[in-house]
């Protein structure tokens, strides 16, 4: 029962560091809250500038312009279609359409040509097709999914104004829960396993406390071994971890996350062993550091690394550095908590069952396993044969 003296001293030395408790339990809340606020606060309009050329024709005494017609039918369709986010703006010059594009006041020119009218209603075997044009930045997403929703719309028109149908049909079938996940929950799963990463902290200092402090010394003489050691100190960040856990999904909850009824025993015992794969790496890491100071300023470029080359903060796909069957290891996947993620992702978002994530569970355990065991033998050496 050594363990359990070295979880019970540990434990009340992490309450009494409350600093440290408070900063690693309230980041990930944090980042869930500033991700909130960063895509309510995002543009999800898009400035089309329409520019109409149609000269139209005479029909019967009457003038026909489908340029005019066009321009009205997309300013209603663009009101009436709330969820497409398009503001149509008329100029007449091309010149101040572009310096508009330049300027990033607009995203989009779509330019009707002074044919339009005269070739829907000329004979299709005689008459030259009309040429549309779009300007803009195509490397830009704002231009793209603007001009895409544009031709659209004009799809729509001409098959209202001419009576032609398309020979063919479109339908969607989303992949699971693809369709009902706003852009916040998709950022979800990677926030609450960063809630498990932000624990690298706690778990180094909670380590390197004892050497610096020369407590180990006394540890060693009642036998105690590596294992009952960092057995005693794991149990303490995983009480850690799970109030971070628990406390960033009551967060994201609050902000609009559903949780899919059935899948919190999954998204727990993930996080679970994520913990135990932090925990791992901060050992192999705090046994390169001599005090509790070396880690607060070493800790941040690992955990940078960590939020940033997971998926945690955003979706990232290294290369791809060999295949186990159909399963692809990428360049992140040394890091274990791209694991967690891509299997958090597999069942809360594409709606996928747990079984499906075997490779990606097992790839985790694995790094958990070499972590911890390069962490005990740097640990023994540098820190257990001196004490």
Same mark, same amino acid.
């Given at each position: 029962?050594?363990?359990?003296?070295?979880?019970?001293?540990?434990?009340?030395?992490?309450?009494?560091?409350?600093?440290?408790?408070?900063?690693?339990?309230?980041?990930?809340?944090?980042f869930?809250?500033?991700?909130?606020?960063?895509?309510?606060?995002?543009?999800?309009?898009?400035?089309?500038?329409?520019?109409?050329?149609?000269?139209?024709?005479?029909?019967?005494?009457?003038?026909a312009?489908?340029?005019d017609?066009?321009?009205?039918?997309?300013?209603?369709?663009?009101?009436?279609?709330?969820?497409?986010?398009?503001?149509?703006?008329?100029?007449?010059?091309?010149?101040?359409?572009?310096?508009?594009?330049?300027?990033?006041?607009?995203?989009?020119?779509?330019?009707?040509?002074?044919?339009?009218?005269?070739?829907?209603?000329?004979?299709?075997?005689?008459?030259n097709?009309?040429?549309?044009?779009?300007?803009?930045n195509?490397?830009?997403?704002?231009?793209?999914?603007?001009?895409?929703?544009?031709?659209?719309?004009?799809?729509?028109?001409?098959?209202?104004?001419?009576?032609?149908?398309m020979?063919?049909?479109?339908t969607?079938?989303?992949?699971?829960?693809?369709?009902?996940?706003?852009?916040?929950?998709?950022?979800?799963?990677?926030?609450?396993?960063?809630?498990?990463?932000?624990?690298?902290?706690?778990?180094?200092?909670?380590?390197?406390?004892?050497?610096?402090?020369?407590?180990l010394?006394?540890?060693?003489?009642?036998?105690?071994?590596?294992?009952?050691?960092?057995?005693?100190?794991?149990?303490?960040?995983?009480?850690?971890?799970?109030?971070?856990?628990?406390?960033?999904?009551?967060?994201?909850?609050?902000?609009?996350?559903?949780?899919? /009824?059935?899948?919190?025993?999954?998204?727990?015992?993930?996080?679970?062993?994520?913990?135990?794969?932090?925990?791992?790496?901060?050992?192999?890491?705090?046994?390169?550091? +001599?005090?509790?100071?070396?880690?607060?300023?070493?800790?941040?470029?690992?955990?940078?690394?960590?939020?940033?080359?997971?998926?945690?903060?955003?979706?990232?796909?290294?290369?791809?550095?060999?295949?186990?069957?159909?399963?692809?290891?990428?360049?992140?996947?040394?890091?274990?908590?791209?694991?967690?993620?891509?299997?958090?992702?597999?069942?809360?978002?594409?709606?996928?069952?747990?079984?499906?994530?075997? /490779?990606?569970?097992?790839?985790?355990?694995?790094?958990?396993?070499?972590?911890?065991?390069?962490?005990?033998?740097?640990?023994?050496? +540098?820190?257990?044969?001196?004490?």
């Amino acid at each position: 029962m050594k363990w359990y003296s070295v979880f019970i001293k540990s434990l009340k030395e992490q309450i009494r560091d409350y600093w440290i408790l408070l900063i690693v339990i309230l980041l990930a809340p944090f980042f869930i809250f500033v991700y909130y606020l960063m895509i309510k606060s995002e543009n999800p309009e898009y400035d089309i500038i329409l520019i109409n050329r149609d000269k139209g024709v005479s029909l019967m005494g009457t003038k026909a312009n489908l340029g005019d017609s066009l321009v009205i039918y997309l300013e209603e369709g663009s009101q009436q279609l709330a969820d497409l986010a398009l503001r149509f703006h008329v100029l007449d010059n091309r010149d101040e359409a572009i310096a508009a594009l330049k300027d990033e006041k607009a995203d989009a020119t779509f330019v009707i040509p002074d044919n339009f009218t005269a070739s829907v209603f000329a004979d299709p075997v005689k008459s030259n097709p009309s040429t549309f044009e779009l300007i803009g930045n195509i490397s830009d997403i704002q231009y793209i999914i603007g001009a895409v929703f544009t031709q659209e719309l004009f799809n729509r028109f001409l098959e209202e104004k001419t009576g032609f149908k398309m020979p063919v049909n479109f339908t969607e079938t989303k992949l699971g829960y693809s369709g009902e996940r706003s852009t916040f929950e998709l950022y979800v799963p990677g926030m609450l396993i960063l809630a498990i990463i932000m624990m690298m902290f706690s778990a180094s200092a909670a380590i390197v406390r004892e050497p610096e402090i020369q407590t180990l010394k006394r540890l060693k003489l009642t036998n105690l071994t590596s294992l009952e050691f960092l057995t005693g100190i794991s149990l303490v960040q995983i009480i850690v971890a799970a109030l971070s856990l628990i406390l960033a999904l009551v967060t994201a909850v609050s902000l609009g996350y559903k949780i899919i /009824p059935g899948t919190l025993w999954f998204l727990i015992f993930v996080a679970f062993l994520t913990s135990l794969s932090i925990i791992a790496f901060s050992l192999l890491f705090a046994a390169f550091c +001599r005090s509790i100071k070396d880690v607060a300023i070493i800790a941040t470029f690992p955990m940078l690394i960590f939020m940033f080359f997971t998926g945690a903060a955003m979706p990232v796909k290294g290369g791809t550095l060999f295949h186990i069957g159909s399963y692809e290891f990428t360049l992140a996947g040394i890091l274990s908590p791209t694991h967690a993620i891509n299997a958090l992702n597999k069942v809360l978002l594409l709606g996928l069952p747990p079984v499906r994530t075997i /490779p990606d569970i097992t790839a985790l355990m694995i790094l958990t396993v070499i972590y911890f065991v390069l962490g005990v033998w740097v640990f023994k050496r +540098r820190h257990m044969r001196i004490a």
